[in-house]
Structures are given as structure tokens and as C-alpha cells.
T-cell receptor, first 114, second 113 residues
Framework: EPEVTQTPSHQVTQMGQEVILRCVPI?????FYWYRQILGQKVEFLVS????????KSEIFDDQFSVERPDGSNFTLKIRSTKLEDSAMYFC????????????FGNGTRLTVT | GNSVTQMEGPVTLSEEAFLTINCTYT??????LFWYVQYPGEGLQLLLK?????DKGSNKGFEATYRKETTSFHLEKGSVQVSDSAVYFC????????????FGGGTRLMVKP
């Protein structure tokens, strides 16, 4: 069964550094998402992306964050200047369509900011 | 706004015991409701869903019924197995917001042989 893949599985970075988290969505899916889960807290929506632009974003997704689909297969989340509070598990997801189409999640990237 | 509340874990059961994980929600409009499961070291997987009132979602022996009158979507399984040990997340999607999911806090289930 096709799956969403994320790399790396664990990223450690120093505060103030830029990080790029990478995702390869399922190939025929058109909608892409990033969610995050801070340790011990709820899974939170960050952003959705369709047709090469952001569809929706949450309050968390401020100017420090950006997303990009640089080619036909990758979907990336960039954090420009990481803060300690950005430490979390970041999940990428994709879906075929909007509406009730189920989301398929990757295994996540654990980001640790020191 | 939307919110999902589910019972805190961990829930520890013996194999073949009956499972209930409670989930209640607050939402505008007519949300779709989901249960996702996260096995150790893996991502979130859709377990089951229900898109309108009184619908019952089911998969792998798990069931949940969309109860609009009580704004609930409790997860049940008649006989759990050790392999069901995982974290279970209740979630909703407000159809007006596409696939943006609002999650509950997750409930860890531990099944002992």
C-alpha cells in the first residue's frame, strides 16, 4: 500500500538555525498537510497546501514557517529560525481530495531544538 | 471553535477485555468524526470514520457511533488483543474547513496478555 514518507526521522538543531523537514506524499494525492505534536500535547494542524499554494493555516503557522513543493514529489516544511518551543513531532499528511477524503500520515519527524 | 475531548490514559486491560474510549466534541455545523491509531514508532493511521449522525464506523473489530444528541463518538471493541496496544486519537473535520482535523489529546491503550 502506498505510504507517506518523511525524512529525517529525528532532527536535532540549535536554536536560531534553519531546518527543513521533508515529506514525500502519496503520488496521486493532491492535498498536503503538516501537523505537529508537542510532547504531551494534542496533535495540532499547521497548514494545508493545494495547487502550489497554501489553502488554510493555523495561528501557529507564523512567518517563521513556510512550505514548498519544490518538485513533483517532495513537500517541505521550513522553519527559518528555530526556537526551543518548536521542539515537537512533525507529521506530514496527504489526501486525494478535499472534504471527507481520509488523510494518510507519515511516521513523523521528531525535531529537537537545543 | 472546534474541540475534541477524550478520556485520559493510559487504559490498561487484559487480553479479551471490553474496551471503551470516550470521546466528545464541540463543533459548528455538521462535522465528520474519526478515530486514528498510532502504533509504536509509526504515524497516525485512520481506524474508522463516520460522516453523519447515527452513522457507525467500524474496522478491525472496533466500532464507534456518531451521536449528535450527546455530541459523542465513543470507541468500542468487544475483545482487545495485545496487538491493539497503541495510542488512539479522536478527531473531527468540519466540512466547511476541508480536511483540517481537530484532534483530541490521545488515549494510550495497553493490553496485557
Amino acid at each position: 500500500e502506498p505510504e507517506v514518507t518523511q525524512t529525517p526521522s529525528h532532527q536535532v538543531t540549535q536554536m536560531g538555525q534553519e531546518v527543513i523537514l521533508r515529506c514525500v506524499p502519496i503520488s496521486n494525492h493532491l492535498y498536503f498537510y503538516w501537523y505537529r505534536q508537542i510532547l504531551g500535547q494534542k496533535v495540532e494542524f499547521l497548514v494545508s497546501f493545494y495547487n502550489n499554494e497554501i489553502s488554510e493555516k493555523s495561528e501557529i503557522f507564523d512567518d517563521q514557517f513556510s512550505v514548498e513543493r519544490p518538485d513533483g514529489s517532495n513537500f517541505t516544511l521550513k522553519i527559518r529560525s528555530t526556537k526551543l518551543e518548536d521542539s515537537a513531532m512533525y507529521f506530514c499528511a496527504s489526501s486525494e481530495t478535499r472534504g471527507n477524503s481520509p488523510l494518510h500520515f507519515g511516521n513523523g519527524t521528531r525535531l529537537t531544538v537545543t | 471553535g472546534n474541540s475534541v475531548t477524550q478520556m485520559e490514559g493510559p487504559v490498561t486491560l487484559s487480553e479479551e477485555a471490553f474496551l471503551t474510549i470516550n470521546c466528545t466534541y464541540t463543533a459548528t455545523g455538521y462535522p465528520s468524526l474519526f478515530w486514528y491509531v498510532q502504533y509504536p514508532g509509526e504515524g497516525l493511521q485512520l481506524l474508522l470514520k463516520a460522516t453523519k449522525a447515527d452513522d457507525k464506523g467500524s474496522n478491525k473489530g472496533f466500532e464507534a457511533t456518531y451521536r449528535k444528541e450527546t455530541t459523542s463518538f465513543h470507541l468500542e471493541k468487544g475483545s482487545v488483543q495485545v496487538s491493539d496496544s497503541a495510542v488512539y486519537f479522536c478527531a473531527l473535520s468540519n466540512n466547511n474547513a476541508g480536511n483540517m482535523l481537530t484532534f483530541g489529546g490521545g488515549t494510550r491503550l495497553m493490553v496485557k496478555p
